[in-house]
Every structure is written in structure tokens, then in C-alpha cells.
């Protein structure tokens, strides 16, 4: 048919073909007041088109029905260039099938059948019906954050019901006060089952990071949005700092996820979830250095955002700001996805960093008694690691040697058991509670890297320990999947070197010590060479670099050799630098 203008009375009939019913009517035909929408009476809920003033070629925006072919031939980058540029209508109802599609993606738990969200609600309430009382939230809701985006008080009951199912089934879900917001944004688009599945699969989400699900993920990621600002909203950030020096710059980036789903118009944020549900919370990243960056530039031409009238609240001033927002949807995504040098990648990695540097500060907080503790070698944090540790000392090939020439059976497992405390006392709290499982060994299936890779390649994390024809035993916590050896970049090449600042080596026999990623101990930019985790192909697999290779062994897993090298600072792990391997074991987590 041929586009036309809406009037109010063809207003009034396209929203009441919209796909939520807990949505005020009245704030829909406000939404729907700019737009001019075309729509094809047979398909409306796959293709509408926005026109414009301007002479000139409409935009011609995609189906539903082209990005599911897409996603299914596994063609996501395409996706997501598609959902970047494509600025659907505000009341498009091509995201009552487009946001469940791409929320599925994530999903891990296989086993919700239909039905399944119907019978955790008639598991927590007793019933189906929705009650007409208030509805207490969990704990991890933030009270003061429950933004409900123009939902009826039907909507909102129906949010409350969400959130605590989800809670119910998500025990592990301590701290998350965006989850409720993304909730309500969910239901101008969806029924409540589908909203509920779009949740579970963005906090089970094992490839991208969606929700933060405790109070350690949301302070390491507003501490993250403030270290990418120093450098990707430098003048920004400068500007904050001389206008108000003792105030500290922690106080405005603790709320930074508010600019955004608390501050920016309902239109901008639909369209900033559009791209989230596929990319992850590296979108919302993007968004609000852009959002900086404008504020700090009105800063400097509109007397409203002088530094006397902001200076002393800069965080609500940001989100006054974010209210009035001078640019469109599509100039705001633009804007964020055109900073460069902000990869996911480069992403992870202060991430990672800001995590590793809060525990080791909470560790150094805890008290000298406690940190003292914490080292001793026959001390863990609870029993589960023990029967761990236990259950690894069974099947290690290793231990046999670790023993002196000479020593009875018994001073042998004594032995073994202070290797492995120690061993164990080195990973990350978290590692430690899940149990150990041997997936590959050279003494039962062989030497070869291919053979490596089929057993090994799919766990994350990993911990590497070999033995050397002349004893000394040695290895590497490896905290990312081998199988990312194979994941290409935005251009479409592999990376050569990949892995996470989590990663560290170990020595244990003759000398015991653990090497740690030696960007841990600081934020100045250490360079590339400080970043070289791990690097693997059909011919070696190698850990560590800069300058050497801390471990590096050939495509049989039959020679290697260690070097010092920048990513960790470490000695060549055994004296004569090169070795032959006896026995190589790796060991994976059951239940990560």
C-alpha cells in the first residue's frame, strides 16, 4: 500500500494491533505522534517503513523474516550491522518477534519446555492468577530503580511476578538492580512467558556478558566504564575533574547504567536495545562514553551545563542531560558504534583487571590473620575443596614423582597433598568450589595436539600441568577455551593471541611459585607484549609472550620449551630452558 500520514483514528487502530497489553494506551499514540509508518496490511508484524520530510529514496528496512534466516545460517556480524543501522518505528511490532529471537540465542538451560515459566509461578505463588496485592521483590531488586517505562499497574504485577521467579530459579542472582528496568522493556513487546525466557537468557548468557548478577560484577563494571572513559573520554573526564576537584570521580560513574535507562528518552532506549539484545552490555558501554562526550561539549556552549550550576552534582546533572539528549536515536547509535579501538577484547581485558585488582584488595582488607591464612598451603576455604583436591589426587599421573628418591608411600602422598594445596590455594575462589575432572593425559590418549584439542578444547578454564623427563613439574592456569584459537575478529581474521589477565603460571618442583599476569599489580598501560595469554595452532600451543615464550610445545607433545617473557615476568620454568615431556595432563571444572 502506499505510505501515508497517520491521523489520529488510524493512530488509535495501529496501536490497539500492538503486541503488549500492559502498556498505557495513552503514552503509546504519543510515541507514535512523529512517526509516519507505512505498513503492509499482510505483514505488518514483520516489515514496517519510516518516512521522511526529505525527497529522496525511503530507507528500506529489513524483515523479521530475513534476520531469523540470518541467524540461522549463523550470519550474526550481519546482524548486527543490520540491527545498528536499522532504526525501526518506537511501535514497530517487528520487536514482538525480533526480541525473543535474539534474547533465544543466548539461552543455555535446554529443558524449558512449554509450560515450564507457568509452572515456577504456580511453584512460588500457588497459583496462576496474578494476585491483587503487592508483590514483595527479591533482594537483588534496587527499590529505588524499578522503572516501570509507562507500564499500567497490570504491567507492573505482572514485572514483579517476573523478577521473582526469576530470582526463584536464579539463586545465584544476589545484586542486579538493572534487572528489572530491561523487565519492563521487555513487556511493551512480549507476553509475560516470553519476557521471562528473554531473561533467563540474557543472566545465562556463558558467551556475552547482559546483567550483572552480584554487587563484585556491578562495581567491577562501573570501575570498567571509567577506566575505558580516561581514555576513549579523556576531555571529558579531565573537564569533570578540574571543575570539581574534591569531588570524586567514583561518584559519577557508580550510576552510570541510570544516564542511560533512567535519563535517555523512551525512543533512544528501544533503539540501544535492539543492538544489546544481540551484542551484549558492550552496547551500553558505547552509549554512555558518547553520552559524556556530548555533555562535556554542552558544557562548553550552553550556559544551562555551566560548571557553577553542575559542579556540585555532576551525576544527576548527566542524567537531566540525558533527558533532553540534543541528537537522534540513529546519530547516538552512530556515534557509539564509530569509537574505535573499544574491541570486546580490549573490553575483557580491564575487566578482568579491575575484577582481579578489587579481590586482592578485599584479600588485603580482610586483616593479617586472615592473609596469613589465606597462603598457608594446608588451609582452603571450605571442605568442598578438600574432597576436591582429593577427588585430583586420584587421577593425577604427576604425583608419582613428586615424591624424593627414597621416601616411603606415606611421605610420598604427604607430599602429594602439599603440592596440591598449594596448587589449589592459587586459583580464584570461585574455581575451587567446582570438581576437577581429567580430560586429557599423554599416558592414556596419546600425544598428539589434534587429540588435545578434541578433549580439551570446548572447557574454560583449563589448568595445564607437565612433567618433564627430568623431573621438574610446572604448568598454566588457562583461563579462556582453547577452541578461541579459532574465533576471528570484526575483519574476518584469527587472532594470533588470546586468553584473559586471569591466566597465570606455576611451578612446583623442583621450585614452588606462582607467576601471576603482571597487569595485575597496577592501571599503567603495560603494551601489547604484557597481553599475550595464549596462542595455539595445528603445529604448538604456547603460553605467555613478549620476549619469549613462557611455555611453548610442538605439535606431538613431545618437546618444548620455557623462556622468560613480559605477560607474566617469569624465570624459564625449568633450568635448561628447553625439556622433553614425560607426562602432560589437563584438568577442567564439572558444573562451570
Known sequence: MVGKVLGIRDLEQFSSRRSSVYVDPECEKFFELPLFIAASSNDITTKCQCWQFSPGKEPALRSYTEIQQLLQLGKKHIVKSI??????????????????????????????????????????????ELSEKPIMLPAFVDATHCLPYHLTATGRAVADRIVNVLGYDCPDITYSPVLYPITSLLLHFMSEEEAYLCLAGLVGSKEKTFINQTKLQHEVTWKTVM??????????????????PGQKLERVFMDWCWWILAGLPFQHLVRIMDCYFHEGIKVLYRIALVILNLFHKECQSNNEWSPDNIKNDIGNALIKFCKKIPVSPAKLLHAAFSIRGLSTQYISRIFIKTEMLLKSRSVLNSGSKQLIKSRSSDNLPTSQSQVNIQMMSHTLTIREHFGLPGTTNFIKTWTDRQFLFTLWSWLPVRITMYQPVLLYTTEEHGCSLTTFYVRVEQHEPTLLMIKTCNNEVFGAYCSSRWFERNVKDDKGQRQA?????????????????????????GDRDLGHSSELFMAADSKMITIGGGEGQAIWMDENIRFGKTDRCKTFN???????????????????FVGI
Open 227 to 244: 577506566q575505558i572513559a580516561k581514555k576513549h573520554a579523556k576531555s571529558a573526564v579531565a573537564y569533570f575533574q578540574r571543575i570539581c
Open 570 to 588: 617469569n624465570p624459564p620454568l625449568c633450568p635448561s630452558g628447553d625439556f622433553e615431556i614425560r607426562v602432560l595432563e589437563v584438568y577442567g
Open 83 to 128: 540491527l545498528r543501522e536499522n532504526s525501526w518505528p518506537i511501535n514497530s511490532p517487528i520487536r514482538s518477534q525480533l526480541w525473543p529471537t535474539l534474547c533465544a540465542q543466548h539461552l543455555t538451560k535446554q529443558n524449558m519446555l512449554d509450560g515450564f515459566y507457568w509452572e515456577m509461578v504456580h511453584q512460588v505463588f500457588g497459583t496462576t
Open 497 to 521: 593471541y588470546f586468553g584473559t589477565g586471569e591466566t597465570f603460571l606455576f611451578s612446583l618442583y623442583p621450585e614452588r611459585a606462582k607467576y601471576p599476569w603482571v597487569g595485575i599489580e
